[in-house]
């Protein structure tokens, strides 16, 4: 059983930066696909980032933070990080990071979820 943790939201002013980790304390995510999603109060919770299993995965970005996020996965440290640059109020969220057997931006094809931490970007 995946148990993801996230860690790293803060309070940062426009034009900050934050770096988030999802760390398992369960089986490798090695063979998961983990993706980013973050949900805005009043609003449906939508994918920011992806990346597939394995040591090499690939990643996906929406097309709202490509260019400032960059994700990336430390398979030693069992943990995925999602760095984000250029941090705009819009980027205000809970964020979360999910396991699954593929990177789809839809949250149904993630099994495992965080609770989320919170990023506030506010002057």
């Known amino acids: 059983q995946l148990q993801l943790v996230e860690s790293g939201g803060a309070l940062v002013q426009p034009g900050g930066s934050l770096r988030l980790s999802c760390a398992n304390s369960?089986?490798?995510?090695?063979?998961?696909?983990i993706g980013w999603f973050r949900q805005a109060p009043g609003k449906e919770r939508e994918g920011v980032s992806c990346i597939s299993s394995g040591g090499g995965g690939s990643a996906n970005y929406a097309d709202s933070v490509k260019g400032r996020f960059t994700i990336s996965r430390d398979n030693a440290k069992n943990t995925v990080y999602l760095q984000m640059n250029s941090l705009k109020p819009e980027d205000t969220a809970v964020y979360f990071c999910?396991?699954?057997?593929?990177?789809?931006?839809?949250?149904?094809?993630?099994?495992?979820w965080g609770r989320g931490t919170q990023v506030t970007v506010s002057s």
């Open positions: 999910a396991a699954g057997r593929f990177c789809r931006w839809s949250p149904a094809w993630f099994d495992y």
């Open positions: 369960g089986f490798t995510l090695d063979y998961y696909a």
